[in-house]
């Protein structure tokens, strides 16, 4: 199975990704990783790996559809099995959903459907849960919505900070996002996971 990788961030679960990739581990192959600016850390580490990375800078953009349409072109360059976003801050507009439709995979730092967007764990903190976690879902063309694949529960301590919840839903995320695409390079299909008996 061929993947491209988008991120935005640091990478760390993409980290998690490569090193499964590298170890033998995971059959998956990473074709490339792309960022929307060129100092996401996550481009270093691709490139520290031997992966190749491309960026579409939407600041280079004066106009959405354009960036969209440049970002659909590249990835589609590399003929992805999956498009993964692993911490990509930008919402992907239609035409790149629809070229990518049900393989664009998405991991989110909360219980989807509550917390969406970019700060579901400080909106889930602040609203006051004790429970709160982390969804792999299967993206469409708004903020955080899409079927979905697996979730993760993730208890909230009274003596939680941000970073600190963050850090341990990301762990369990990066379990997930592993044990999906595990489950996916094996030949399970996304219909698979949301069909009911
Ligand atoms: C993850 O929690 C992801 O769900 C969120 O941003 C984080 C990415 O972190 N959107 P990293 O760049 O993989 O460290």
């Given at each position: 199975m061929r993947i491209v990788a988008l991120a935005s961030g640091s990478g760390s679960n993409l980290q998690t990704v490569i090193d499964a990739v590298v170890a033998g581990t995971l059959d998956v192959e990473i074709a490339a990783v792309g960022a929307d600016h060129p100092d996401a850390g996550a481009l270093a580490r691709a490139a520290a790996a031997g992966i190749e990375t491309f960026v579409v800078d939407f600041s280079e953009f004066g106009d959405r559809a354009d960036w969209n349409h440049a970002l659909t072109v590249t990835t589609a360059s590399y003929a992805p099995d999956y498009v993964l976003s692993s911490g990509f801050m930008r919402i992907a507009g239609e035409e790149f959903?629809?070229?990518?439709?049900?393989?664009?995979?998405?991991?989110?730092?909360?219980?989807?459907?509550?917390?969406?967007?970019?700060?579901?764990?400080?909106?889930?903190?602040?609203?006051?849960?004790?429970?709160?976690?982390?969804?792999?879902?299967?993206?469409?063309?708004?903020?955080?919505?899409?079927?979905?694949?697996?979730?993760?529960?993730?208890?909230?301590?009274?003596?939680?900070?941000?970073?600190?919840?963050?850090?341990?839903?990301?762990?369990?995320?990066?379990?997930?996002?592993?044990?999906?695409?595990?489950?996916?390079?094996?030949?399970?299909?996304?219909?698979?996971?949301?069909?009911?008996?």
């Amino acid at each position: 199975m061929r993947i491209v990788a988008l991120a935005s961030g640091s990478g760390s679960n993409l980290q998690t990704v490569i090193d499964a990739v590298v170890a033998g581990t995971l059959d998956v192959e990473i074709a490339a990783v792309g960022a929307d600016h060129p100092d996401a850390g996550a481009l270093a580490r691709a490139a520290a790996a031997g992966i190749e990375t491309f960026v579409v800078d939407f600041s280079e953009f004066g106009d959405r559809a354009d960036w969209n349409h440049a970002l659909t072109v590249t990835t589609a360059s590399y003929a992805p099995d999956y498009v993964l976003s692993s911490g990509f801050m930008r919402i992907a507009g239609e035409e790149f959903t629809t070229a990518f439709e049900g393989r664009y995979l998405n991991t989110h730092p909360a219980l989807l459907p509550a917390f969406p967007g970019a700060h579901g764990v400080r909106d889930a903190l602040r609203y006051g849960v004790k429970v709160t976690g982390c969804t792999v879902h299967i993206a469409d063309s708004g903020v955080d919505t899409g079927p979905i694949l697996a979730q993760a529960a993730v208890p909230v301590l009274d003596t939680d900070t941000e970073e600190a919840l963050h850090e341990r839903i990301k762990v369990q995320e990066r379990h997930l996002l592993l044990t999906v695409l595990g489950e996916l390079a094996a030949g399970r299909t996304p219909q698979d996971y949301v069909s009911r008996a």
